[in-house]
């Protein structure tokens, strides 16, 4: 596909910008990746910048983890 860029990682989810909150090192961009589901990451402020992304934009969360830790309150 022409434009995309080609990665391995195969968690791809393709959504909208909904809200960025920059501080001096980091950004928080949330992406709004439909069926009332949200996404949330910290990236570098500079990459935020560099991607500039900014609300109503189309984003591509890509999700690439060895593990996935889950836990409770230990009650039930």
Same mark, same amino acid.
């Not at 995309?4 to 968690?11: D, Q, T, Y």
């Not at 990459?47 to 992304?53: D, G, I, P, V």
């Given at each position: @596909?022409? $434009?995309?860029? @080609? !990665? #391995?990682?195969?968690?791809?989810?393709?959504?909208?910008?909904? &809200?960025?909150?920059? $501080?001096?090192?980091? #950004?928080?961009?949330?992406?709004?990746?439909? $069926?009332?589901?949200?996404?949330? #990451? !910290?990236?570098?402020? &500079? &990459?935020? +910048?560099? !991607? +500039? !992304?900014?609300?109503?934009? &189309?984003?591509?969360?890509?999700?690439?983890?060895?593990?996935?830790?889950? #836990?409770?309150?230990?009650? $039930?």
């Amino acid at each position: @596909m022409k $434009g995309e860029p @080609m !990665l #391995s990682a195969r968690n791809q989810f393709k959504g909208t910008v909904v &809200s960025i909150r920059t $501080g001096a090192v980091m #950004s928080e961009v949330v992406i709004d990746i439909g $069926g009332g589901h949200r996404i949330v #990451s !910290l990236i570098g402020a &500079s &990459s935020a +910048k560099r !991607l +500039k !992304l900014k609300k109503g934009k &189309s984003a591509v969360a890509v999700v690439k983890a060895t593990e996935v830790i889950v #836990s409770t309150d230990g009650e $039930g």
